[in-house]
Nanobody, 119 residues
Framework: QVQLWESGPGLAKPSQTLSLTCTVS??????????WSWIRQPPGKGLEWIGY???????YYSPSLKSRTSIWRDTSKNQFTLHLSSVTPEDTAVYYC???????????WGQGTQVTVSS
């Protein structure tokens, strides 16, 4: 069974960098054709895709967030990490990591972690 678990601080101050780590068990993140994504859901809003890291280590980010986003991995720990810089209260959301299977929202999801940006 593939499981994903988000971890990181639940609070961040404006202008700081948000850092979250997804730990994966049950499948190497280097598995052929696997995409590993970060998704978020602000309060009262829908899901927003942030970006992904491919099994090769290549990355792609949402055009609306790419200037502030970086994703990298540690294959020895089977983890991938999100950094979102210059955060504002609009970045307050539940953040999920996600292993895509097919199209749409199919796949394996982490439990989600609440991040609040506030001074």
């Amino acid at each position: 069974q593939v499981q994903l678990w988000e971890s990181g601080p639940g609070l961040a101050k404006p202008s700081q960098t948000l850092s979250l780590t997804c730990t994966v068990s049950g499948e190497p993140i280097t598995t052929n054709d696997a995409y590993w994504s970060w998704i978020r859901q602000p309060p009262g809003k829908g899901l927003e895709w942030i970006g992904y890291i491919l099994y090769t280590g290549s990355t792609y980010y949402s055009p609306s967030l790419k200037s502030r986003t970086s994703i990298w991995r540690d294959t020895s720990k089977n983890q991938f990490t999100l950094h979102l810089s210059s955060v504002t209260p609009e970045d307050t959301a539940v953040y999920y990591c996600w292993r895509s299977i097919g199209g749409g929202l199919a796949g394996y999801w982490g439990q989600g972690t609440q991040v609040t940006v506030s001074s």
